[in-house]
């Protein structure tokens, strides 16, 4: 059970990818709006990692979801965005890191 005493099925319990990277849109979206405290700064650093493992439930409780199945396939899109965002983001660290080690290597060696 939750605070709402509504309860939450294990199946829907998990971390949500859609929730972590788009949270204050997938919260907008999800009729639950604890994601909006990502506006805070400093304090999103904390909070995009719980709204990624609390999401689900969040989501669930808000919702007016007929079954599991329903709520997994409206959550699965959300799933997909988010971990292609995710992964996008890291490989444009990982690019940005290369070019400006390029960029200091270049320099070093020029002197």
Same mark, same amino acid.
């Not at 859609?18 to 788009?22: C, H, R």
């Given at each position: 059970m939750d605070e709402n005493g509504t309860q939450v099925p294990n199946e829907v319990k998990g971390w949500n990818w859609? /929730? *972590?990277?788009?949270n204050i849109f997938w919260g907008i979206g999800n009729? %639950?709006? !604890?994601? !909006?405290l990502c506006l805070i700064p400093l304090f999103n650093i904390v909070w995009i990692f719980v709204v990624g493992f609390k999401g689900n439930s969040w989501a669930w409780q808000k919702g007016n979801y007929k079954d599991v199945e %329903? *709520?997994?396939a409206v959550q699965a899109t959300w799933n997909r965005a988010g971990l +292609?965002?995710?992964i996008i983001s890291i490989a444009? +660290? $990982?690019l940005y890191v290369l070019f400006f080690a @390029? $960029? $200091? @290597? /270049? !320099? +070093?060696s020029n002197y």
């Open positions: 859609g /929730a *972590f990277m788009y009729k %639950t709006y !604890l994601p !909006l %329903t *709520f997994k +292609v965002q995710f444009g +660290v $990982i @390029s $960029i $200091i @290597s /270049a !320099l +070093v």
